[in-house]
């Protein structure tokens, strides 16, 4: 006959031995319990102890170890040095070809206009300005530059000397671009101001480089006897490289000033870029500026939107409806108010507030000295290069940075701008606040409902500084603006959001 469960259990448990086994192990489990509940070494024994600090051998340093580290650092920095050597010194090479080729252009033109004035035939043959007279633009002879003969073989050079051609070789990209830029200022017919008078206006004040420390990168004191010797030689590099890569910054800067003469006077973009932001709830609907219509992702008509500094016509052709102003001077992290981000906090003023001043050091998070750096966004760089950031380098959680930067209109004009920022930003146009975020963290997005502002542009230079924060994670901006003045929109703009 078959036994049920229950009739199969009280049958096992008819057993004397069954019966003793689960009383014995009944006693051993409470008997365990309750030792782990008063006794806190046997607690700690099976559980381990929580409060312990983790204690974690570490492989002492061998002569041969810190030898082989060496080498590797060594070799990766050299090899790092002489690549941002070779970036500058081309560089360099070409701000002296341009303003050769600048000073042999306003030569030619200034014997030109000298040979038709003297034959009655300025500014034409058949309308001369008979009471026109000759004033050379090009009246002295700029003083020679004396470049640096870079040595030929650099692989055997020390780091130390690798490092201080930078600084040199950036005093020469300065003394280059001043005279470029006094011959630019000589380019005016209408009012000519001689390169004599020019030279004297354009002179640099470039800043002093961080002297490399040379005693840290003396191979033969580090040993493990000398505890974070090793540490300070790789801390130096790091720090020596950073610097070489702030010099290769600012001689482009200046490289593309020259290049780039027509973006100072006239408006000049570069290619063509197209924005395509995500609709959120936090944001409501995506807004279609020129037609002012609330629409969905999949019906976004994207305007137009180009890199560029200027806002006017070229040769009175508009080649975008938008321009991101790309090149900017950026200082920080500065230290963050709190992780409660109250308003008052992020309110607090800093001293570019107080007035730009790129030559300036301030001192910022963690007690770390701060000065300006340049920076130029290109088509490659993020969401087409209208997303502004900090340097990698310089990006923290919980900081503040402030970004400058000059923009040239062709004329006194009203124009609409689209502000984005990620987290909290202001901008100031002309020492005049135009533009602050919700002081909650956010996305990135441009062209969204409520983030526009109407600007007014004067004639001329117009400055604009970002103050941007940062809470945790990613960070960014955007300035775009139109390129030009449409009342209608201007006015739809202001009605619509009452600003």
Known sequence: MKLSFRESLQKLMRSRRLRAFFITSLVLHAVFGLTLVFSIRVRYAVFGNPNAKLEL????????????????LTDLYRARFIETI????????????????????????????????????????????????????????????????????????????????????????GRLYERAHAITLCEPIE???????????????????????????????????????????????????LEAQDIVANVRRWQSLVTDTAVNTTSQFGPSLSVMPIETEYYGQFLNP??????????????????????????????????????????????????????????????????????????????????????????????????????????????????????????EQDVLASFASDDYGVCWLNKKRVYQSPPETQPWRPFCLHNFRVLHLKKGINNILFKLENAQGTTAFSVLLMTYEDRDLIDAIKARFNI
């Open 57 to 72: 051998r570490e492989t002492p340093l061998t002569d041969g170890m810190i030898e082989q580290s060496i080498k590797t």
């Open 86 to 173: 070779a970036e500058l010194t081309e560089m360099r090479s070409e701000l002296n070809r341009l303003q050769l080729e600048k000073l042999k252009t306003l030569r030619d033109q200034d014997e030109d206009r000298q040979k038709k004035i003297a034959n009655k035939m300025w500014p034409s043959a058949q309308q001369p300005d008979l009471k026109a007279v000759f004033v050379p633009r090009i009246d002295v002879d700029p003083p020679p530059v004396k470049l640096l003969e870079v040595p030929a073989r650099m692989e055997d050079m020390s780091l130390a000397d690798l490092y201080n051609l930078h600084p040199v070789l950036e005093q020469d990209a």
């Open 191 to 241: 009012d000519v101001i001689p390169l004599s008078q020019t030279l004297k206006v354009t002179q640099l004040k470039i800043p002093p480089r961080r002297p490399i420390n040379t005693a840290v990168l003396d191979t033969r004191s580090i040993s493990a006897a000398v505890a974070g010797s090793l540490d300070a030689f790789r801390n130096e590099l790091v720090a020596a490289t």
């Open 290 to 411: 020129l037609s002012l219509k609330r629409v969905s992702r999949a019906q976004v008509i994207n305007p137009p939107v180009e890199l560029g500094g200027s806002i006017g016509p070229v040769n009175d052709v508009l080649p975008a409806e938008w321009v991101s102003v790309c090149r900017w001077y950026v200082v920080g992290p500065f230290t963050h108010p709190g992780a409660k981000r109250r308003l008052d906090d992020l309110e607090r003023k800093f001293p570019p507030e107080g007035g730009v001043d790129l030559d300036a050091v301030y001192e910022g998070k963690g007690g770390r000295p701060l000065k300006w750096k340049y920076r130029v966004f290109g088509a490659d760089f993020l969401d087409n290069g209208i997303r502004m950031e900090p340097y990698l380098v310089d990006n923290s959680d919980f900081a503040i940075w402030y970004f400058y930067t000059e923009i040239r209109s062709s004329k």
